[in-house]
Structures are given as C-alpha cells and as structure tokens.
C-alpha cells in the first residue's frame, strides 16, 4: 500500500479546499484551507489538531492547538508584525518608521533593538521617549 493524498478544491478554483493524506500504517492529517490557501485547519488520527485565523491580507491572527499553545498578532495598516503574545508567556512589540522598516523590538525575554542593534532597556527607552517627543 502506498500513501494516498485527497484533495478537494474551492469551486471555480485550483486552490485547495481540503487535503487528508492517509500513510502507508493507516495514520492521516487532514487540512483545510481558505480560498486565499492560508491553512485553517489541522488534524492528525493521532488526536493532535491545530486552529488558526487570518485576516483580509492573509496575515495569520491567532493560532491554538489540541496541546493548549495558543497564539495571538495584531498587524498594522500596512501588514507589518506589531505584537505576538503565546500561552508561553512570551510576547513581543515592534514599531516601525513611515517607510515600513522596523525601528524598534522589545520582547519577555529582556531583549532590546532599536534598528536592528541590540541595546540596554535604558537605551531603548531613551529612544522611545524622545521619538514620541
């Protein structure tokens, strides 16, 4: 026996709609996905499974799976990464200059950027400070 793939697609699309893959030893994943193909589902025969939600861009909002990870982004207009907290307890902020560059990064773990370069929190609050001034 050989591994068999399923595929359904969205109508009057090639994007795929649904996907389950069944192994050689009867194990499957199944997938399905929205007509952007951004992955909202997973599922494996073993119990695991994962959720996620995007928003109109395709950026991906939230993810939570059968293990209790969670994860949360928000975005700005223009798609870049603002914030990202998981059920870790990590998180992280990034703020970003009119032309889309990222100018500054904090994060949980203690780290610091300001334009890419890692600096002391009273760097990067300096920094911060006197860009809102």
Request: charged fraction near 30%; proline fraction near 0%.
């Amino acid at each position: 026996m050989q591994t068999q793939t399923i595929l359904y697609y969205h109508i009057n699309s090639d994007v795929i709609a649904y996907k389950k893959v069944i192994n050689d030893d009867g194990s499957w994943s199944e997938y399905t996905y929205d007509d952007k193909g951004n992955r909202l589902t997973y599922k494996e025969s073993n119990g695991y499974w994962e959720e996620r939600t995007y928003d109109e861009e395709g950026n991906l909002l939230t993810l939570k799976n059968s293990v209790g990870f969670w994860e949360e982004r928000t975005y700005d207009e223009e798609g870049n990464l603002l914030t990202l907290k998981n059920s870790n307890g990590y998180w992280s902020e990034r703020t970003y200059d009119k032309s889309g560059n990222q100018l500054t990064f904090k994060n949980s773990n203690g780290r610091f950027e300001i334009k890419g370069k890692s600096v002391s929190k009273q760097e990067f609050e300096a920094f911060v400070d006197h860009a809102e001034k």
